[in-house]
């Protein structure tokens, strides 16, 4: 079993940062092997944002290629997401996961808003 616990979420202006944090816990951490963020917009399906490998290699999608990073603390079982000039579109509930012995684990979400 693996537990995520996400943070850093909040309301900010059009163009502003955030950062995301999610620490995972639990039996199954050792095994842990991609970590990722998705995210979930007002009437929308939740939406892949990015994910990293264990070994590094990060993914994102289009929308916010060259506006997010996403790293990871394989010591600490912690990923996080760096967002930078954040858009309207942008807002969002967002969820990590982690890919652990073949299993999807999801955090509970946290809340993104930005503001016009």
């Known amino acids: 079993q693996v537990q995520l616990v996400e943070s850093g979420g909040g309301l900010v202006q059009d163009g502003g940062s955030l950062r995301l944090s999610c620490a995972a816990s639990?039996?199954?951490?050792?095994?842990?092997?991609?970590l990722g963020w998705y995210r979930q917009a007002p009437g929308k399906q939740r939406a892949f944002v990015a994910f990293?490998?264990?070994?590094?290699?990060?993914n994102y999608a289009d929308s916010v290629k060259g506006r997010f990073t996403i790293s990871r603390d394989n010591a600490q079982n912690t990923a996080y997401l760096e967002m930078n000039n954040l858009k309207s579109e942008d807002t969002a509930v967002y969820y990590c996961?982690?890919?652990?012995?073949?299993?999807?684990?999801w955090g509970q979400g946290t809340q993104v808003t930005v503001s016009s």
């Open positions: 990293i490998t264990r070994g590094g290699t990060a």
């Open positions: 639990g039996r199954n951490t050792f095994s842990i092997s991609t």
């Open positions: 996961y982690v890919l652990s012995g073949g299993l999807n684990y």
